[in-house]
């Protein structure tokens, strides 16, 4: 089996999994999966990844262990959502997988985000899994490579670099994200905040870390059903977080709609609420750029704020992040896949993102092209139109 625990989940997964039982227990959800690298023929990798899914539905549940974790580790858990969690189970009955005549592999999960919202994270792990084992399993060269870098941050580095590890979705492997992890905690662990993923944050004793992703905004496009519910969807996403979260998890997503849409709805008022934002795509350098000013306009000193980089980096960009923001405004790194599948070949980029809410389409309008999510090219058009009007209206 590859998923071996219900606990060998993103944290963010969860948080947001509990805001849906709070506010929108009733919401029906498509997610559907986009393979980014062009030309894998996935069709020998289909009865194995149907088997781990089949697995994963039949034998994989949160343990009292597992419950007895979050509620002592993470106090924002409430203990009605705990006790969901208790008779939850991953249920085949909402999971279509095939490959079609293209050799493309199809990945469908439809029914409601309550019950579907956990499957991104398993369904990812698998098939990156099964995909890169094929191509390499040169664990010495990869732990190597680990090392390299974390001398550096340990030794090297001038100035001190703070990251979590991100990387679980398309890590090459479980063995590899547990060695990478276990490198680092050895040799810099003063510049390791965290992990995404809750197993490990256990099996390592370092923190969990994650708040919300693009689903919590994208699926707000489609929620309120009201004249002008569209345009306020990604204003309303913020506050509703905030009625869930208070006082934590106070990390806003940025690249729903575009940064400067973001921008336009994270009013001064939300800025102060918040501690902090997530940059996932887009110019890095150019995104920070933007939130100093904007911190600046709203009469907030951009020091007393962070921004936590999580875009396709590595160790290197990461450094040359920080050396130009440093002492300017806050900054933290969430490095994924270069962490837990930096092996001898190139990994797959792989997604599994909403596509609808409630029968209404939704997207992600990203800050990097190649990363847009648009099943409905008709909506995503509609959906600038509305953004545009929304940001000029004054």
């Not at 034998?59 to 993470?74: P, V």
């Not at 679980?168 to 905690?185: D, M, P, T, Y």
């Not at 800025?271 to 890095?284: A, K, V, W």
């Not at 590595?314 to 930096?342: C, P, Q, W």
Request: hydrophobic fraction near 40%; include cysteine.
């Amino acid at each position: 089996m590859i998923i071996t625990s219900a606990l060998d989940q993103d944290l963010y997964k969860l948080t947001m999994q509990q805001a849906v039982l709070h506010q929108f227990p009733r919401a029906i959800v498509e997610y559907q999966f986009k393979c980014r690298t062009g030309s894998v023929d996935f069709r020998v990798y289909e009865p194995w990844i149907v088997k781990s899914i089949k697995d994963l539905c039949e034998r994989i549940k949160f343990t009292d262990y597992d419950i007895e974790y979050l509620r002592d580790t993470l106090p924002f858990l409430k203990n009605d959502y705990l006790e969901f969690l208790k008779d939850f189970r991953f249920q085949s009955q909402y999971i279509i997988v095939y490959t079609n005549s293209e050799k493309e592999l199809v990945v469908k999960v439809e029914g409601p985000w309550l019950q579907t919202i956990l499957f991104e994270m398993p369904i990812l792990q698998i098939i990156s899994e099964l995909y890169s084992r094929s191509m390499s399993v040169d664990y010495v060269e990869a732990n190597s490579r680990t090392l390299v870098k974390a001398d550096f941050l340990a030794n090297k580095a001038k100035k001190k670099l703070l990251f979590s590890e991100f990387g679980g979705r398309r890590r090459h492997s479980v063995e590899a994200q547990r060695n990478a992890l276990g490198i680092f905690k050895k040799v810099c662990p003063n510049s390791l905040v965290g992990t995404s993923n809750l197993m490990f944050a256990r099996e390592f004793g370092i923190k969990a870390v994650g708040t919300m992703a693009h689903e919590w905004l994208q699926a707000h496009q489609a929620i309120y059903d009201i004249p002008g519910g569209l345009e306020q969807s990604q204003y309303f996403a913020l506050h509703n977080w905030l009625k869930e979260y208070p006082t934590d998890l106070g990390i806003a997503l940025s690249d729903v709609i575009g940064l400067k849409y973001f921008l336009y709805d994270f009013d001064e008022q939300l800025s102060n609420l918040y501690i902090g934002t997530r940059q996932d795509s887009g110019d890095p350098l150019d995104y920070g750029e933007a939130l100093i000013k904007h911190y600046e306009k709203c009469g907030i000193d951009p020091n007393t704020k962070t921004i936590i980089f999580s875009d396709s980096l590595t160790f290197k960009t990461a450094y040359e992040i920080l050396e130009h923001f440093d002492g300017r405004i806050g900054v933290s790194f969430g490095i994924g896949t270069n962490i837990t599948n930096d092996f001898d070949f190139k990994p797959i980029q792989i997604v599994l993102k909403m596509t609808k809410c409630n029968g209404k389409p939704v997207a992600k309008l990203s800050d990097s092209l190649g990363k847009t999510m648009d099943i409905d090219k008709s909506y995503t058009n509609y959906l600038k139109q509305c953004f545009d009007k929304h940001i000029n209206a004054d």
